[in-house]
């Protein structure tokens, strides 16, 4: 997992207010439409070099380097961007656009709605993964890109490199889609679902519209740890806690935590807590479950049927919550289109954080895909 | 999943009360131990037919029939026991045995404090699957067994066979181990912790006094929604919910429940807290999240060093929770001590839950482990 290149330095997150407001696939309106985003790397005159980063589920616009000199950890794939790196900032213009719907500076229920100027919380409308990616196009034509390089994501952010394909093919050349899938499962839509059980079955959720300081953490934590869990991998945990014990060496005989993983998890959502909205969470995940790049009676073929573009998919042989086979039919879809596809299962144990992880092995593949 | 046999009819469940205390793991001594149990068949005059069903978390003793003739379901087992099935109760003397710490009739948390007169709750001792074990050895003294020919569990219930053969090999003749582990994985704890955390979580649960009409449901359902999905496997979810809305074809734009599988988990939930008691799982969980065969510094052979009897394992390959790898180990180390064993994992899209679903899968491999 060691990082090549080197960093990007200082950083800082830009807010795009959209002069045109946004229709929503439910039919709503975001007359008020705000993106936040971070770019690295400089556009070239001849504006064909921007690479468009997309983000899952709890990430943000936050993708590379630091915001000040000691901000404790950069951005969270700071190991894939930077100049020699992955997303090499010397030859490519990196944007990381945030999405709707969330917590991280973009349109979301914590954003005012202009109706009553207090937060929408959960009157705020709900997004889907067309959505997230038309209020992307906004932004590329206020910075004046008309066709992006490439496209690049993983777990949702795979979502949205495929709705570019899907839907704008003509702005995109490539698309590199890691850990992802073209439709969320039954399991994948039940494990978020009961996330959302955990937090609107939190008596301090109040139907959406909590106080700011007594937001249903219980049930956003456990929100959390089900997700963390379906990242990981039996694997992964059994190296870190090859002690199933916190402190002591055999059981307590009491009601209390006492499992390392147990301490693990808690600390994982109590830093979850922290930073994200619970509110954030139900839409964010109903537009993952929504998520099927075909329409219904539609195959996955005349799903991408525009797409003339190469794509590099990768998955990861210990991600269960979006296998392999599930990337493989991407691929293959891809393949009888007669388009250029390039497809690798790659070796972690990391599961599904293996996208997040894993650069040293998804670096060469993307380089050379980059530059073929 | 076709039933072979014939039914065991009408049955009912027996409240044996132990003249011992039972002396537990962490030292408590349990003064007054109950153990429900059922029994189906005759007890031969030599008196070694007996077969011990061992039950899993959410389990009971009511393994077959039915309590009465407009009970809706039968027994938890019945497609596999009475005449005929895989344990055929026109040859053995089939015992199912409650386990204690559980909420079904058997010595836990709602039974009475002699202390105080009031329910245990969360002050009754803390137990393990060594404890659930020693508390059958009084059942079987009661009912003057000296030997078993076979015990039997799936899951949990693979546990307690195990324990069966490593702490009083000379009361069994054969164990058959279904879908089970010799060790609580870490992701197995994990998902066990959680469904505790969403219960102590839950303001009703007041630190484990709650009030018997206001249980910590929202915590107990989320706990066997997550439960409920290790059981199972994305090919069965798939195949259960091939439309992936509950009754419209397309999102409904809203925060509120929408998908099938949202309706399943919430009905699955709501049965269980109609039949489970919430202190009842923390008290099961633990003592599954203890579980390991081996003690500390000791092999899997070596805890295993006094058992000369057969053993069958059987695993399912779309078993995530205790994976064919866990069986295997287990067959494997049995082979290294030379004694019978006989492995088969066996192809099923049901999941954990195979072991309760297969039956006849199941059946004539366990008829003939029996009549061998």
């Known amino acids: 997992m060691s990082s090549v290149g080197s960093d990007v330095g200082i950083v800082s997150t830009q807010y795009f207010r959209s002069t045109r407001p946004l229709v929503l696939q439910s039919g709503s309106v975001l007359e008020d439409l705000v993106l936040a985003y971070e770019t690295y790397g400089a556009l070239n005159p001849k504006q064909d070099n921007a690479v468009l980063l997309l983000h899952a589920l709890s990430g943000d616009a936050h993708a590379a380097g630091r915001h000040s000199a000691n901000e404790k ?11 020699g790196k992955a997303f090499d900032t010397s030859k490519y213009f990196v944007i990381c656009s945030n999405v709707i719907g969330g917590c991280k500076g973009s349109s979301g229920p914590l954003s005012t709605n202009p109706n009553t100027g207090a937060a929408w919380q959960a009157d705020f409308p709900v997004v889907t993964i067309q959505d997230m990616v038309a209020a992307q196009t906004h932004l590329l034509d ?3 890109i008309e066709q992006l390089f490439a ?3 993983g777990s949702m952010g795979g979502f949205q490199a495929l709705e570019w394909m899907a839907h704008h093919p003509n702005r995109v050349k490539k698309s590199i889609l890691l850990a992802t899938s073209a439709s969320h499962s039954a399991q994948a ?3 978020n679902a009961i996330g ?3 937090i609107t079955r939190d008596p301090l959720w109040c139907d959406g519209f909590y106080h700011s300081d007594a937001p249903p953490q219980y049930g956003l934590a456990i929100a959390r740890m089900i997700g963390h869990l379906t990242y990981v991998s039996e694997a992964s945990l059994a190296q870190r806690f090859p002690l199933r014990y916190q402190t002591a060496t055999g059981p307590g005989y009491s009601l209390a935590d006492e499992f390392g993983i147990e301490s693990y998890l808690n600390h994982q959502a109590e830093k979850f807590n922290q930073r994200f909205d619970a509110n954030s969470y139900l839409y964010i995940t109903k537009a993952m479950d929504y998520w099927n790049i075909a329409q219904p009676g539609q195959s996955l073929s005349e799903a991408l049927a525009d797409w003339t573009g190469s794509t590099l998919v990768i998955s990861f042989d210990s991600d269960t919550l979006y296998p392999t086979s599930e990337s493989a039919l991407i691929a293959e879809h891809l393949r009888e289109k007669n388009v250029p596809v390039e497809f690798h299962e790659l070796h972690s144990i990391a599961g599904h954080d293996a996208f997040l992880l ?3 092995l998804q670096t060469p593949l ?3 895909f980059l530059q073929a």
Do not use: N, T
């Open 151 to 153: 496209v690049a994501g």
């Open 189 to 191: 839509i039940a494990w």
């Open 142 to 144: 206020f910075l004046g």
């Open 366 to 368: 993307i380089q050379k």
């Open 73 to 83: 950890h950069p951005g969270w794939w700071d190991a894939m961007v930077g100049p």
């Open 196 to 198: 959302r059980q955990a």
């Open 358 to 360: 894993e650069s040293s």
